[in-house]
């Protein structure tokens, strides 16, 4: 339950709103979730998003050629991922 309530408390102070969000859990770890949220072909609401609330962002391209901005790190104890893929449209 601790995940979700920092996904509420993530939600109620971030200054961008994810286009989606999630709780994962792996099979062998049940009790760790991890709070995933996708920006649609937003990097500039990734970084905000990362801004706000400390996390380590950094730009890849993935193994399809599309770019990526990620973010990672932890909020109130719970490990945290936002991301957005860049469609050419964004970056022409």
């Given at each position: 339950m601790a995940a979700l309530a920092v996904a509420e408390h993530i939600i109620s102070?971030?200054?961008?709103i994810p286009a989606e969000i999630e709780a994962?859990?792996?099979?062998?770890?049940?009790?760790?979730?991890?709070?995933?949220?996708?920006f649609f072909d937003s990097p500039e609401?990734?970084?905000?998003?990362?801004?706000?609330?400390?996390?380590a962002v950094a730009d890849r391209v993935a193994g399809d050629g599309?770019?990526?901005?990620?973010?990672?790190?932890?909020v109130n104890g719970c490990e945290v991922q936002a991301w957005c893929r860049i469609s050419q449209a964004v970056t022409a």
């Open positions: 102070t971030s200054p961008v994962r859990c792996r099979p062998w770890a049940v009790s760790q979730l991890t709070i995933v949220l996708h609401a990734v970084r905000a998003f990362a801004a706000a609330f400390g996390l599309v770019s990526e901005v990620q973010a990672e790190g932890v």
